[in-house]
């Protein structure tokens, strides 16, 4: 072990490396309403890297197709991998929001609801037909999309 006074060492066999990574912890609680009310989170998926973890706790009855849709498209852009955590209540566009994590934690409560999209039509008549034909078409690519892998054609 010594050799001329001097400490022989051996070569490590342990490489030591460091990642620094960030967890965060979003809460997606409540009525989907306004896109506005989820600006932070979108700024955790802009900048959460590949090393870091995003915790999302779901607790959600659902609400706007359309906050759901951009909030699906920052998780889609995000880097970091996402952990759905799901809670009591995740329906409706929570349940899509949800089906767009990485992973998923349940409880021994945890439920989840898919429909199809709802709506209440105010307006003229012909308007009204236009505006559910259309909805009609959204809904089925929505379905589609969103559902595939998890619900069978016929659900």
């Known amino acids: 072990m010594f050799e ?8 490590s066999q ?6 620094q990574h960030t967890e965060y912890n979003l809460y997606f ?29 779901l607790n959600s009855p659902g609400g706007s197709l ?31 929001v949800a089906l767009h994590c990485d992973g998923w934690q349940l409880s021994d409560f945890s439920t989840m609801m898919v429909h199809e999209v709802s709506n209440g039509a105010i307006g003229k008549n012909s308007e009204n037909k236009r505006y559910l034909n259309f909805l009609d078409k959204q809904n089925d690519r929505f379905m589609r999309k969103i559902y595939a892998g998890f619900l069978s054609e016929e659900e």
């Open 4 to 11: 001329d006074g001097m400490l022989n060492l051996k070569q």
């Open 14 to 19: 342990v490489i030591q490396r460091s990642i």
């Open 29 to 57: 609680h409540g009525l989907i309403d306004n896109p506005n009310d989820y600006m932070e989170h979108y700024g955790v998926y802009k900048q959460a890297g590949p090393n870091d973890v995003i915790n999302l706790y």
């Open 66 to 96: 359309s906050t759901t849709i951009e909030y699906i498209d920052h998780m889609v852009s995000c880097a970091a991998p996402i952990m759905g955590i799901i809670g009591a209540d995740c329906c409706s566009g929570a349940s899509a």
